[in-house]
């Protein structure tokens, strides 16, 4: 059974910072794309970051130079540090995999619950 659990989420002052977490499980977690996705009230959800089976990582402009994605293949955990948090980062955030590392992410393979993150101003 596939299990992606995200933690670390939480509420924090612009300028914070918060580190999230994604434990997986019931897949091969080395062969897959990961990815962070968030989706704020009223919006469409959108790509924070991703990395690749190689490491190789990604970002939309409005998260570069703040938010690192990482992983650790032995442990199965995917991270995403975010610095400088912004009022406009509030929003629900969910870690997903998908082993073809679609361009479309509405088709990746597997999600997880979300955890809210809240940065007040």
Known sequence: QVQLVES???SVQAGGSLRLSC???GFTFGSYCMGWF??????EREGVAAIDTGGSTSYPEFV???FTISKDNA????????NNLKAEDTAMYYCAAD???RINF???????QGTQVTVSS
Do not use: H
Request: net charge positive; glycine share 18%; aromatic share 12%.
């Open 8 to 10: 670390g989420g939480g």
């Open 23 to 25: 434990a997986a499980s």
């Open 38 to 43: 968030r989706q704020a009230p009223g919006k």
């Open 64 to 66: 570069k130079g703040r």
């Open 75 to 82: 442990n199965n955990t995917l991270y995403l540090q975010m």
């Open 99 to 101: 082993s073809l590392c």
């Open 106 to 112: 509405d088709k990746w393979t597997y999600w997880g």
